[in-house]
Antibody, heavy 120, light 107 residues
Framework: EVQLVDSGGGLVQPGGSLRLSCAASGFPFSSYAMSWVRQAPGKGLEWVSGISGSGGRTYYADSVKGRVTVSRDNSKDTLYLQMNDLRDEDTAAYYC?????????????WGQGTQVIVSS | SYGLTQPPSVSVSPGQTASITCSGDKLEDKYISWYHQKPGQSPVLVIYEDNRRPSGIPERFSGSNSGNTATLTISGTQATDESTYYCQVWDSRTAWVFGGGTKLTVL
């Protein structure tokens, strides 16, 4: 059974940093692209970043480009999102999502989400 | 950047058919996926590649995609289907794109 466990969220001041993690199990992690999707309070889903199975290709939404870095450690079956220069508008629940393949166009499994609150 | 447009809300009576639309430029040239999300929960895939159902998703969920509009159809809608539904595609310029979401109310 595929399992994705998101962690690392918390309360951070504007301009601060956080690193989110997503621990994966139940599937050959390095064979699948992974992604981060966020949801601001009361809003819809917003794709944030994606990474290929090998880690060689990365993708970022314009709203976070230059401030976040996606990475993965295939030896640890873990996905990361390093977030810097955080802004109020980054406040959201962050979900990791497993893509359907390497390179997949849809998300077939999701983590439970981790909450990021940016506030002074 | 590529955009997807969904109606904010749709209402349906129990047992009737609910249709939720998603519009985008030349949408039929892309594969569309649909997810539902209940408050406080993670999204769940219900349709992928326009009209394919993942294992465990009831047959009453179906999808179509033609022209600039894709449709998620729920036949014999049940109270448990009340949720917010999101469409999603992959675009070569914008990467993964979600629609704004449609709240389905079963009255």
């Amino acid at each position: 059974e595929v399992q994705l466990v998101d962690s690392g969220g918390g309360l951070v001041q504007p301009g601060g940093s956080l690193r989110l993690s997503c621990a994966a199990s139940g599937f050959p992690f390095s064979s699948y692209a992974m992604s981060w999707v966020r949801q601001a309070p009361g809003k819809g889903l917003e794709w944030v970043s994606g990474i290929s199975g090998s880690g060689g290709r990365t993708y970022y939404a314009d709203s976070v480009k230059g401030r976040v870095t996606v990475s993965r450690d295939n030896s640890k079956d873990t996905l990361y999102l390093q977030m810097n220069d955080l802004r109020d508008e980054d406040t959201a629940a962050y979900y990791c999502g497993k893509l359907s393949a390497d390179f997949g166009d849809h998300f077939d499994s999701w983590g439970q989400g981790t909450q990021v609150i940016v506030s002074s | 950047s590529y955009g997807l447009t969904q109606p904010p809300s749709v209402s349906v009576s129990p047992g009737q058919t609910a249709s939720i639309t998603c519009s985008g430029d030349k949408l039929e040239d892309k594969y569309i996926s649909w997810y539902h999300q209940k408050p406080g929960q993670s999204p769940v895939l219900v349709i992928y590649e326009d009209n394919r159902r993942p294992s465990g998703i009831p047959e009453r969920f179906s999808g179509s995609n033609s022209g600039n509009t894709a449709t998620l159809t729920i036949s014999g809608t049940q109270a448990t289907d009340e949720s917010t539904y999101y469409c999603q595609v992959w675009d070569s310029r914008t990467a993964w794109v979600f629609g704004g979401g449609t709240k389905l109310t079963v009255l």
